[in-house]
């Protein structure tokens, strides 16, 4: 049986948990198809899985598997494609590794602009700033459009898509990154630390990438307004989207991102117009993933930390 390598974790804990392995490669089944990953990328859930933050969810059956986009070949046609492996519990591996699996609706052709890394980082980011501003929001052109995290990796690609929209874009953002967000072509960048809720002019849509204060920020919300967090990992932000159920169509709304060919075809269409390009803060090589996940949670980094075998 061919062998390849990968990164697993044999107990829940920090990045020190993180080891590779030799593992039986894997073999496509029906409506399946098989990648030979070039680039994946880290994201907040790899570290909140690998933590046992969800071991509800993930049980305790060990070795388990990191990683959910990927760029790469798709060895049965020799092309290049992006996509995500299914992110059910359980995984003896992820896209952290040589090789995977891919449902056959969740990869597509990944646009020939981009290099491995650059697609790989903007698989998750990507998809999920456009279900909210498009699909969750339906923003409009001219409409006024708060982004809360705008320089964190969903928050980025959703200023560009935003003004990629048509729609007048007020960017929250630390100091240190206003320069760069007002680059991606926000129309208004503002130190969050500066500004309460109530100080903010009241937008027609909100993205919440924070996961805090999801209510006072709500507040802000124009008549008929739309707002949607895709930070929903604490009990005080599950509280807070259950309370705003009494608000009607102007709740927080969340979900879970999990693209299909169609959506990634059509965030492709965004990358090929240059209206969208990827950041990517550091390319690491996956015998070194306890190091990018250390650098997760340090602050400093921008952009997208990327993994390549």
Same mark, same amino acid.
């Given at each position: 049986m061919r062998q390849m390598t990968a990164a697993q974790f044999q107990r829940y804990g920090g990045p020190e948990v993180l080891e590779m392995a030799s593992v039986p490669r894997p073999t496509a089944g029906p409506g399946e198809?098989?990648?030979? *990953?070039?680039?994946?990328?880290?994201?907040?859930?790899?570290?909140?899985v690998r933590s046992g933050t969800l071991k509800i969810v993930t049980g305790?059956?060990?070795?388990?598997?990191?990683?959910?986009?990927?760029?790469?070949?798709?060895?049965? /046609?020799?092309a290049p494609v992006w996509g995500m492996?299914?992110?059910?519990? @359980?995984?003896? /591996?992820?896209?952290?590794?040589?090789?995977?699996?891919?449902?056959?609706?969740?990869?597509?052709?990944?646009p020939s602009t981009l290099s491995w890394t650059d697609a790989a980082a903007l698989?998750?980011?990507?998809? /999920?700033?456009?279900?909210?501003?498009?699909?969750?929001?339906?923003?409009?052109?001219?409409?006024?459009?708060? *982004?809360?995290?705008?320089?964190? /990796?969903?928050?980025?690609?959703a200023v560009q898509l935003a003004v990629a929209l048509g729609a007048h874009v007020v960017a929250l953002a630390g100091s240190r990154d206003l320069d760069f967000v007002a680059e991606l072509g926000a129309h208004e960048v503002i130190d969050y630390r500066t500004v309460a809720p109530a100080d903010l002019e009241p937008a027609d849509v909100i993205l919440d990438t924070v996961g805090a204060d999801l209510?006072?920020?709500?507040?802000?919300?124009?008549? @008929?307004?739309?707002?949607?967090?895709?930070?929903?990992?604490?009990?005080?932000?599950?509280?807070? *989207?259950?309370?705003?159920?009494?608000?009607?169509?102007q709740r927080v709304r969340t979900f879970s991102s999990y693209p299909d060919t169609r959506?990634?075809?059509d965030l492709a269409g965004f990358v090929a117009a240059g209206s969208v390009r990827p950041v990517v803060d550091t390319v690491f090589p996956l015998r070194r993933i306890a190091d990018a996940h250390?650098?997760?949670?340090?602050? @400093?980094?921008?952009?997208?930390?990327?993994l390549v075998p």
């Open positions: 198809v098989l990648v030979k *990953i070039e680039a994946s990328a880290v994201n907040r859930h790899d570290a909140v305790r059956k060990f070795p388990l598997g990191v990683g959910l986009d990927l760029a790469g070949t798709d060895l049965a /046609t020799g492996v299914s992110p059910k519990s @359980g995984h003896v /591996t992820g896209s952290a590794a040589e090789y995977a699996v891919v449902p056959a609706d969740r990869v597509a052709p990944m698989v998750t980011s990507g998809t /999920t700033a456009l279900t909210a501003l498009r699909d969750m929001t339906h923003v409009r052109p001219g409409e006024r459009v708060l *982004i809360r995290g705008a320089a964190g /990796t969903v928050g980025m690609v209510l006072a920020y709500r507040r802000r919300l124009k008549r @008929g307004g739309r707002m949607v967090t895709v930070n929903f990992g604490s009990a005080k932000a599950m509280t807070a *989207i259950a309370a705003s159920a009494v608000f009607g169509e959506l990634l075809d250390r650098a997760l949670t340090e602050p @400093g980094h921008r952009g997208k930390l990327v």
